[in-house]
């Protein structure tokens, strides 16, 4: 609907031979825009941007370094929010991004194997993606194709097909997060379900990889399920008894203080400390939410 919006655009770059624009006859979402331009690219490595996120000027470089091994068909930057001062959401936001890459995705890539390159800011070889197009395209849930969760499903074919998948730390990329509840919880949910689904294709993986990777996958998927049964206990012992779970609140809260402050003595910024406030947030909104996304992955 917004068509016109790339006229400027496409009139001040048509005439560089480095650009080759692609005007699709309509809005054919995320998976197969990226199959049309890959089919139609010459290089050795294709980067993926979204349209929503500013590339430090060392980016490309930092990442091609990392596809020189050739075992590599992968590699994704480090992601922080663009709007980080917009709310009180986008601050806390950043900072889980920041968990998200430096602990998860950098400890993961200790073993050669990050299991979502996040799609604002990811390279790949073209000769592993154009061999695993098909099967991208192709993707099915119970009968229907997948439109959602391309970057987790892209990477775990990637792994699949034998290549390794990294993080470079150094290649930053600034991207526009959600600012108000409504947005954030809806891309939240079509997370959720991508992970459920992809986890499967996971399991199948984790025979060939690292036994620390077996662990990571199996407590990103139990973790949320036995803090679900502990809330519920707790709200089961409330309404029986009319009694607080005191120690079941103390442990929560003594896990949410040590992983803040182990976070903050990281990133060396007192920040991190707010992010406790993250802990409400995922217990009383993303775990409903991803019980409910466990119940409609055919959505």
């Known amino acids: 609907a917004n068509r016109d919006a790339l006229v400027g655009v496409h009139e001040e770059y048509a005439g560089d031979p480095r650009f080759n624009f692609i005007a699709l006859p309509k809005n054919v979402g995320k998976r197969k825009a990226q199959i049309a331009a890959i089919r139609r690219s010459c290089g050795d490595l294709v980067l993926n ?64 194997a990050v299991m979502c390159c996040c799609g604002p800011c990811a390279m790949y070889r073209r000769s592993a993606l154009v061999s695993l197009l098909d099967q991208y395209e192709t993707q099915r849930f119970r009968g229907k194709p997948s439109d959602f969760g391309e970057d987790r499903h892209l990477t775990i074919l990637m792994l699949k097909a034998g290549f390794r998948t990294e993080y470079v730390p150094e290649a930053v990329a600034a991207t526009v997060v959600p600012n108000s509840m409504g947005p954030y919880l809806r891309q939240q949910l079509r997370w959720a379900r991508s992970t459920f689904r992809d986890t499967l294709l996971a399991f199948q993986l984790l025979r060939g990889l690292n036994i620390y990777l077996t662990l990571d996958v199996i407590g990103q998927n139990i973790g949320p399920l036995l803090l679900s049964l502990s809330i519920l206990a707790g709200l089961a012992q409330f309404v029986t008894t009319g009694t ?27 920040r991190f400390l707010g992010f406790s406030l993250h802990t409400l947030i995922n217990i009383f909104l993303l775990l409903p939410l991803k019980a409910y996304a466990l119940c409609t992955l055919s959505n």
């Open 244 to 270: 607080v779970p005191w120690t079941a609140c103390l442990m929560i809260a003594a896990m949410t203080i040590v992983r803040c402050s182990v976070a903050a003595f990281r990133a060396r910024q007192l």
């Open 49 to 112: 941007v979204d349209s929503d996120t500013i590339l430090a000027p060392d980016v490309i470089t930092r990442l091609a370094l990392k596809m020189q091994d050739q075992a590599v068909g992968a590699a994704m930057g480090q992601l922080a929010a663009s709007n980080r001062s917009e709310t009180w959401l986008t601050r806390l936001i950043d900072m889980e991004y920041w968990l998200a890459c430096n602990e998860e995705r950098a400890a993961q890539a200790r073993f050669g």
